[in-house]
């Protein structure tokens, strides 16, 4: 025999005893993943009565607004454009729980003009005796006539110590669940908010409980409660810290400041999570929302596994499911007219599938309608139908009473009759 096929009979028996390896290797992670995946579907476990977070599907904690007071500040990033409040009830009544990734809606006096309504999301685990939200101050945009945020504005300009807020009772169906199955947490900008909130009461009430955070920023100076985040996965060795900078600064180091150089996107997701049923909750601008749910749509995970809260009236269209404009346009195209008649008002006007929501149709005909975050979150745009019905183009957060609407999310579905 010579050298040659020496070598060659030594490279088979090594290639064939990796494939054998890597078979089984992937024999055990694919038996796992489908004890996991039983485990998961049939385990129905109530919640226990020593956690600290509401159930899904209760009713408010109390009616309309309550009087908090602001206990303390902090700045929570680099650049001091991230402000975190701590309320307080006036009341001094124990403050119920609730569900992690839920939102505060405020409401916010303006001199000589109608009040601001605006939603923040919570970003703290479930406490007694205080709510803490982390608010960032949205700039006028560039090369704009725009003015800055109103509400954010008013928070970092006009909220002190001490100072006094209206607050509606903690509400949202975007939260964390209370299963056991390993969970991937993905965040974007000022997105990390509701995502802190689920991570702080996973960590305390199931430390067990396999969990991933992908945070994307442009830098380190953009990064939210950074030390605490280190902390936290330096003591808790189920949970997988991955920072990712889009456009490090000079002095940001990969392995020490951040883990990856880029955005978070699917192709990082497919190399670092191991085969396994994860559910994935998803918070950030409008842009990334849409291609990361599409993005997990087409690598195979099921509807029911991701969850998403996209900023302001964003809509994100996910495959298999039919939009809402469908019903207008296919009216509009059959030359079906859809009128909108505007009781209070006394107008009726022919709609058109391209007007927007029915509060920007609304608006663009002179109609002044009380109106909040736009985003079906406050429920300030709650209208009474009397006649016709409406289709949601998202699920709104707020749940309208019997017989309402939330102009700022539908579009009609038939022709309408609005006390507007």
Not at 175 to 197: E, F, N, R, Y
Not at 261 to 283: A, T
Not at 395 to 412: A, I, K, Q, R, S
Request: one cysteine or more.
């Amino acid at each position: 025999m010579t050298v040659l096929s020496l070598s060659l009979w030594i490279a088979a028996a090594v290639c064939l005893q990796l494939a054998l390896w890597l078979s089984i290797s992937f024999w055990r992670h694919w038996q796992e993943y489908r004890q996991l995946r039983w485990h998961t579907r049939d385990q129905t476990l109530p919640p226990s009565p020593a956690q600290p977070m509401a159930t899904p599907g209760s009713s408010a904690a109390w009616n309309g607004y309550r009087s908090f007071r602001v206990e303390r500040k902090e700045f929570e990033d680099g650049l001091q454009s991230v402000c975190s409040f701590y309320l307080v009830p006036e009341d001094g009544k124990p403050l119920p729980p609730f569900l992690p990734g839920q939102f505060l809606t405020f409401q916010l006096p303006r001199d000589n003009s109608n009040p601001i309504v605006r939603c923040y999301s919570l970003s703290d685990a479930p406490h007694a005796d205080h709510y803490r939200v982390s608010i960032k101050r949205v700039p006028a945009p560039p090369d704009s006539s725009l003015p800055p945020g109103l509400g954010s504005s008013y928070f970092h300009d006009q909220v002190a110590v001490g100072s006094k807020l209206q607050v509606r009772a903690p509400s949202g169906h975007f939260h964390i669940d209370q299963g056991h199955a390993p969970v991937v947490l993905i965040g974007g900008g000022i997105g990390i908010t509701p995502m802190l909130s689920m991570l702080y009461w996973l960590l305390a009430q199931q430390p067990q409980r396999e969990v991933w955070l992908f945070y994307g920023v442009r830098n380190s100076q953009e990064l939210v409660m950074a030390p605490q985040l280190r902390q936290l996965a330096a003591q808790h060795p189920q949970f997988h810290l991955q920072l990712c900078f889009s456009n490090p600064l000079p002095g940001d180091q990969p392995g020490r400041d951040f883990q990856h150089q880029g955005r978070v996107d699917i192709q990082l997701l497919r190399l670092l999570l191991p085969l396994k049923p994860f559910h994935y909750y998803i918070c950030g601008p409008g842009p990334m929302m849409q291609s990361m749910v599409a993005a997990l749509e087409d690598w195979g995970v099921s509807d029911s596994q991701i969850h998403y809260e996209a900023f302001g009236p964003a809509s994100i269209k996910r495959r298999g499911v039919a939009q809402p404009e469908t019903a207008a346009a296919e009216s509009v195209a059959t030359g079906e007219a859809i009128l909108i008649n505007f009781a209070r008002s006394g107008k009726q006007l022919a709609w058109q599938a391209s007007a927007g929501s029915l509060l920007d149709f609304a608006e663009a005909n002179g109609i002044v309608v009380d109106s909040g975050c736009r985003a079906g979150g406050c429920g300030s745009c709650q209208t009474t139908i009397r006649s016709g019905e409406v289709t949601y183009r998202q699920t709104p957060d707020f749940d309208p009473e019997p017989g309402n609407c939330l102009l700022c999310v539908c579009t009609p579905k038939t022709s309408l009759t609005l006390e507007a």
